[in-house]
């Protein structure tokens, strides 16, 4: 195994190691979003609300709102039938959430529900300001350090119990119209104060339950002590009838379009993610170096050989030594037939000239030729003519080539 391979490994399990040890000593955070989401389980969201919803308006039915407007489901709802239009279905329209995020036609539709004998129950802390303007109502929200605040009911006969909640923002009513508002609840952070945060509004046939403790509702609060009751007192204000439920923007639909929002959200997938990402880096600069250094290219040395051959040639020519000339073609062919063809090259008779043909394959006639005049030329003892010179390396030609 590559040592920088060893390094790379080493060094991912010492970080995951690392990561191991401080997780587990390092115990999980408290998550204290206000998402008011029916589907979590933290502090302040509502799964143990959606579980106990029945439980808290006994009797009543209930109908979820979760894919559309309220303005739409509404809309949907309208009698043919009718002279007026009015709708098909009576009851209360229910929505718990942090803030007023309803749209300004949803909020007009909801006036024509209420004013046709039905109800609206919000909890929120801040109110759509087309409906705060309506009702002529004012929300005052006061940032203050986390302080205990106590909140109760105003009709003691419903209950005379004074609950704590922990708060850094009080959010209460500044302003009613006393002609048509009942006041239902107060709440108090201080000796000598009150305020009001549960309104019932008259708005034509119908009325407006105005309540600005949402956490109420939440987990954390329906799960301490008997905060639950403080609950079951607020909603039991819902005239009994129908309740429409309206979920929509709290079953998650805000989350993040990114296709790793779910690798995100577990916090083992998160950290194998980040520890992958982290591995890739650590091998890209591990390897970002060469391996092997560049070769540099020679370039080759030159062939001198073939021009020195040609001018020791010329020198032999113009000297007229043809024997000397002859003997170096013989020497130059003999040699070549032994290193190429592996041929015994003693005796050149018939047998060397059938192995010759065998091997290169060439016309019989010119091997015989060629043996013949190096045999006579070995055989002379006289000096040999240009003629002589010519005769033999054109034979030799037509061997080799």
Known sequence: MDKSIKIYIGVLVFIFGLILFAGKKQPKPIDWRPTFSVHDKIPYGLYVFDKEIKGLLKGQKIERITAVTPYEYLDSKYNPDTLVEDYRIKGTFLNIAANGDIDEQS????????????????????????LLDSLKLDVQNDLKRPHKTLIWMANRKVNDKKYIFTQSVEDYFSKIDTANTTVLGYQSSAKNEKHINFIKVQYHSGYFYLHTQPA?????????????QYAENALSQIPKGAIFWYTKGQNNESVSGSPLRYIFSQPGLKWAYLMSIFGILIFIFFNAKRKQRIVPIVKPLANLTVDFTKTIGNLYYQEGDHTNIIDKKIIFFLEKMRTEYLLDTTKLDDDFIKKLQLKTGKNITDIQELVFLINEHRKSYHGSLEEDLIRINNAIEKVIH
């Open 107 to 130: 909020v007009k539709e909801l006036f024509y529900f209420v004013s046709r004998g039905n109800n609206a129950f919000l909890s929120m802390r801040s109110f759509p300001q087309i």
């Open 216 to 228: 109420t509702f939440t987990n954390y609060h329906l799960l301490k002590g008997n905060h639950y």
